[in-house]
T-cell receptor, first 110, second 112 residues
């Protein structure tokens, strides 16, 4: 069964304190790993897609990396506006639908 | 494009009433998804369509839930009769094959 787990469940950082979020997946034949950001009261917003182990993508203070079993979202010198829930997802093994992890709630304190 | 548009944004209804949620996907997208999000269970897929045809409805909780996509620009999710445990945020998303999904702002449903 395709599964996606994320850790930690919640993370509190001081502004400028770098850290990483983890996304682990079990799916045969990975067809991409997707990172989303979700703000309260809004729908998930797409950040990155990674397709192969070793691939990296960057956007402002965020960098996503991928290995054969997990992905990391590195946050460098975060700001309070980076506070959100970060979700990762993979396409289901035999379909086009996406399996989402439970998310990591990130709070960045000024 | 205005993105995925959902209506209403908020819905409060009494137990036993019929509820209809609406979604307009992004033009040109051939996949449409309905998800439900709760604190306990996160984002769960209810059903998805490809070219207006339902492909997988195994996530639909029970017969009280039904979804339709009469054309490429409109879909509905109906709950009849509604129950308090249906209270959640319902998201519609659309995509092209192999691409990321784009989500609407969601409908927050409260059944009292």
């Amino acid at each position: 069964e395709d599964q996606v787990t994320q850790s930690p469940e919640a993370l509190r950082l001081q502004e400028g304190e770098s850290s990483s979020l983890n996304c682990s997946y079990t799916v045969s034949g990975l067809r991409g790993l997707f990172w989303y950001r979700q703000d309260p009261g809004k729908g998930p917003e797409f950040l990155f897609t990674l397709y192969s182990a070793g691939e990296e993508k960057e956007k402002e203070r965020l960098k996503a990396t991928l290995t054969k079993k997990e992905s990391f979202l590195h946050i460098t010198a975060p700001k309070p506006e980076d506070s959100a829930t970060y979700l990762c997802a993979v396409p289901h093994n035999y379909g086009q639908n996406f399996v989402f992890g439970p998310g990591t709630r990130l709070s960045v304190l000024p | 494009d205005a993105g995925v548009i959902q209506s209403p944004r908020h819905e409060v209804t009494e137990m036993g009433q019929e509820v209809t949620l609406r979604c307009k996907p992004i033009s040109g997208h051939d996949y449409l998804f309905w998800y439900r999000q709760t604190m306990m269970r996160g984002l769960e897929l209810l059903i998805y369509f490809n070219n207006n045809v339902p492909i997988d409805d195994s996530g639909m909780p029970e017969d009280r839930f039904s979804a339709k996509m009469p054309n490429a620009s409109f879909s509905t999710l109906k709950i009849q009769p509604s129950e308090p445990r249906d209270s959640a945020v319902y998201f519609c998303a659309s995509t092209r094959q192999g691409s990321e999904a784009f989500f609407g702002q969601g409908t927050r449903l409260t059944v009292v």
